[in-house]
């Protein structure tokens, strides 16, 4: 373990040395605002915070560094890599979940809030972590789990016992109902993430218990202030070791609807609207805030599954005491319906965004974001992963995550052009959200083996959650075990940080150039965003202004040239980003080779 973790730490400080004379500081835009201020401390009408000028990383742990050579990622391997990330230029790590789990999903089943998941170390390894990220100038938010815990917690270990049991009305126990055949069938037709009913029968106490995920994730009951009362509890927890705020798990999830009634066949169109707006969210959220987050100087981002853009602003206005932001799931999850893979087009994607401009005002922070650990490869999903375009696909994506407008957030290996992985086989998966799917659909007669794999090939979350590219070495340099928990995509031999270290010209540097163009660049962070031709099939193409701060953003979403006029008072005067070396001055229409990314300042 410690000749890794040394190597990982000579490899991090060699790197930091080599970045930080390229990459500019990686202070946020927001200390360099001052001139931008009005009186009222505001710029272009938003209260500059560092959250909003921050750029975040997330970290999945079970696949980010193993440093003990079981297969499995842990805290001290992130330790390890810190000086990686620092030199990435980015401000705030994302940890999901490292808590006590039996990991039906991953840690997203939490059996101790207090305590860390013994797989990925221990107490003093996390506060080892926070230290080396505080050391560094940046920051840590963990993930606040509270829909629901691990069946395995004491509390659903207790509330199963009995139904007079002290901590029964912790969790959300219906009597079911007896069908027309009298059996027994669920209290309604609520259906899990996860396939199946979101109702399990406990033969101990003759109810059933609502989860919306796994049969291992009962649901909260949050209508019990106790319930609340002991998630404010552990946030403190965190909070008062020097953590800097919370992703919160599908967080509009915690109201359930009164009476819990079936789904109307509407509804089952699209059931997360159902659980994402009961009517006790916002009450839930502003006493969370109120008891909670007021007395801390944190950011808070919450998934929000089930809320559209037009009901954001419920969660987010600043006026509100809720929210910083959320996840709104509208821009990722174009290429879906439901689970089922489908094509998208540029159009649709900038009008995505242009909601986004449109229902977000001044008191309306946003995030952007078109990956994570529940969504397959961005190089993959909205770039093109074949060798000839992934490089330049995937420098043009982090142009664009690094210039919308909102908090930027980059997921694990996106900054290498991480691809899907070629899944052949269902045992190839982990993600019980894969397996369970393969049960009902596949097994139960219902979709073709070579269809339900197809698809899965092209959205599985198992795709992002591959071991972290490290090195041509075994395993990816991921771990020194024989055999890591998750297969490491076999292209680690071509794309993995130590050869993009010192490849001036890769997607990580690229990431590094435009994390550093976003941090010296207010405009980029707080500035007015314009769409020039949202109808273009092709290009993507906006500015971003802020008082005489102007810059022109141009991405060509296909491997075919475009040309590109631009409008008057729009100029292409000075090239401060391009992922290709072709961006000769122009001082007509722009001609872009396929896909070419230039951000100019003008
Ligand atoms: O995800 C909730 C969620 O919306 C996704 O799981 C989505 O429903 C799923 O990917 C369907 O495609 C959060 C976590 O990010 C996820 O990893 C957990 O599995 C889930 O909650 C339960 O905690
Ligand atoms: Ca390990």
Do not use: C
């Amino acid at each position: 373990m410690r000749e890794l973790a040394v190597r990982g730490m000579v490899a991090g400080l060699v790197l930091g040395a080599v970045l930080a004379a390229g990459a500019q500081a990686t202070s946020p835009a927001g200390s360099q605002t001052k001139g931008l201020q009005t009186g009222s401390g505001l710029v272009n009408g938003y209260q500059p915070t560092w959250w909003k000028s921050a750029v975040v990383y997330q970290v999945y742990p079970r696949s980010f560094q193993d440093s003990n050579g079981d297969g499995i990622g842990d805290l001290r391997g992130i330790t390890a890599r810190l000086d990686y990330l620092h030199g990435l230029g980015v401000d705030v790590l994302w940890l999901s979940p490292h808590y006590d789990s039996p990991n039906a999903d991953n840690g997203y089943d939490i059996r101790d809030y207090r305590k860390v998941m013994t797989e990925f170390g221990t107490m003093a390894d996390f506060d080892a972590l926070l230290a080396g990220i505080k050391a560094r100038h940046m920051k840590l938010i963990i993930d606040l789990v509270v829909n629901h815990t691990s069946d395995e917690h004491h509390w659903f270990v207790e509330s199963r016992q009995s139904k007079n049991n002290p901590y029964r009305d912790y969790y959300i126990w219906r009597p079911g109902k007896v069908g027309p055949d009298g059996k027994r069938m669920p209290p309604n037709n609520y259906r899990s993430a996860f396939s199946g009913s979101a109702w399990q029968y406990d033969p101990q106490t003759g109810e059933y218990y609502l989860h919306l995920f796994a049969i291992k994730q009962p649901d909260l009951n949050w209508e019990n202030p106790k319930v609340r009362q002991e998630v404010y509890s552990l946030m403190r927890f965190w909070l008062d070791k020097g953590v800097d705020g919370f992703r919160m798990d599908v967080i509009p999830y915690i109201s359930k609807q009164p009476g819990l009634p079936d789904l109307t066949p509407a509804q089952q169109q699209h059931p997360d609207q159902v659980f994402g707006n009961g009517p006790r969210r916002d009450e839930f959220l502003q006493e969370m805030n109120r008891e909670v987050l007021s007395h801390y100087d944190v950011m808070s981002v919450g998934e929000a599954a089930g809320v559209t853009l037009a009901q954001e602003p419920a969660l987010v206005d600043d006026r509100r005491h809720e929210l910083n932001m959320i996840f709104n799931f509208d821009a990722v999850r174009i290429n879906r319906d439901g689970k089922q893979w489908k094509d998208w087009t540029l159009p649709g994607l900038k009008a995505i965004y242009a909601q986004h401009a449109a229902q977000l005002d001044t008191h309306s922070w946003d995030t952007v974001f078109l990956s994570n650990h529940d969504n397959p490869r961005l190089v993959s999903s909205f770039g093109d992963d074949r060798p000839e375009y992934r490089v330049a696909s995937a420098k043009l994506l982090a142009t664009m995550l690094m210039t919308l407008r909102g908090t930027p957030f980059v997921y694990q290996g996106d900054e290498l052009g991480m691809t899907n992985y070629p899944f052949q086989s269902i045992n190839e998966y982990n993600d019980i959200e894969a397996k369970n799917g393969w049960q009902e659909d596949v097994l139960g007669g219902h979709v073709p083996a070579a269809d339900y794999l197809a698809n899965l090939r092209r959205m599985s979350r198992d795709n992002a959650r591959t071991p972290m590219q490290w090195d041509a070495t075994a395993n990816g340099g991921f771990t020194t075990a024989a055999k890591p928990w998750l297969a490491v995509n076999p292209n680690f031999t071509t794309i993995n940080a130590s050869a993009e270290l010192a490849d001036p010209d890769s997607v990580y540097h690229y990431y590094a150039q435009a994390i550093a163009l976003h941090h010296r660049a207010p405009a980029l962070v707080y500035g007015d965003y314009r769409d020039l031709d949202p109808t273009n099939p092709q290009v993507f193409a906006y500015t971003r202004t802020l008082g005489q701060e102007r810059y022109l953003v141009v991405l060509n979403f296909s491997e075919k040239p475009a040309e590109f006029a631009l409008p008057p008072g729009v100029r292409a005067d000075r090239l401060v980003l391009g992922n290709l070396h072709t961006a000769a001055a122009e001082t007509g229409p722009l001609h872009l080779q396929g896909w070419e990314a230039r951000v100019y300042q003008y």
